[in-house]
């Protein structure tokens, strides 16, 4: 049975927790800022710990570094970064449904043939925000490597540029300050 541990530190004491992966309390106790004390609660349960989340905002660095030298594997878990990150998902989604419910309109709404652009920029649009969200996915699935990281951000880009393609088509206007130019074999 895989075993999951967590460490929440305070200033002179820790509070150990160890869940199965069907969220479980498997142990739970106030434990002296001692690695002998740690490491004596853990080590009934240290074949099955897959892995101990350590909170990392205040004193962690002797602990985290102890269990790594008696071969534990420690992930730190900061939580404003966890804070950041769940914004992160939930404007995600958000962002994402309200664009890819304005793409899908605006390839619903281009009828005729002289709106082909419009809906080939609704159509890619969706494409857009179905790939960040896949490569976002994939990102955290794979614990953030930098390759998968770029490539979300490159994917941003290519969600920004996707939506000025829609939005061009939204209004073919000539850009401002350009004058068309006439034909000098035209009659005026």
């Keep these: 049975m895989s075993l999951y541990a967590a460490i929440d ?3 002179n004491n820790g509070v150990l927790s160890i869940i199965d992966s069907e969220d479980r309390v498997q142990y ?4 002296p800022n001692d690695l002998s004390a740690v490491l004596g609660a853990l080590e009934p349960f240290r074949e099955q710990i897959v892995a101990i989340a350590i909170e990392s ?4 660095y002797w602990l985290a570094d102890g269990l790594q030298d008696h071969g534990y594997h420690v992930v730190l878990a900061n939580p404003a970064r966890v804070a950041i990150h769940f914004t992160h998902r939930l404007g995600a989604m958000v962002a994402g449904s309200i664009l890819i419910a304005l793409g899908l309109f605006a390839a619903a709404s281009a009828r005729s043939a002289a709106s082909h652009s419009l809906r080939r920029a ?4 969706v494409a857009a925000v179905a790939l960040q969200i896949c490569i976002g996915v994939a990102t955290v699935h794979f614990g953030v490597p930098l390759t998968l990281a770029t490539l979300h951000n490159a994917g941003a880009a290519f969600l920004v540029l996707s939506m ?8 073919p206007a000539p850009a401002i300050g350009v004058v068309p130019l006439h034909r000098a074999d035209s009659p005026r």
């Design 9 to 11: 530190l305070h200033s």
């Design 164 to 171: 000025v393609c829609l939005l061009r088509a939204l209004w």
């Design 122 to 125: 609704g159509l890619l649009l």
């Design 28 to 31: 739970e106790r106030r434990l």
């Design 57 to 60: 905002t205040y004193n962690w």
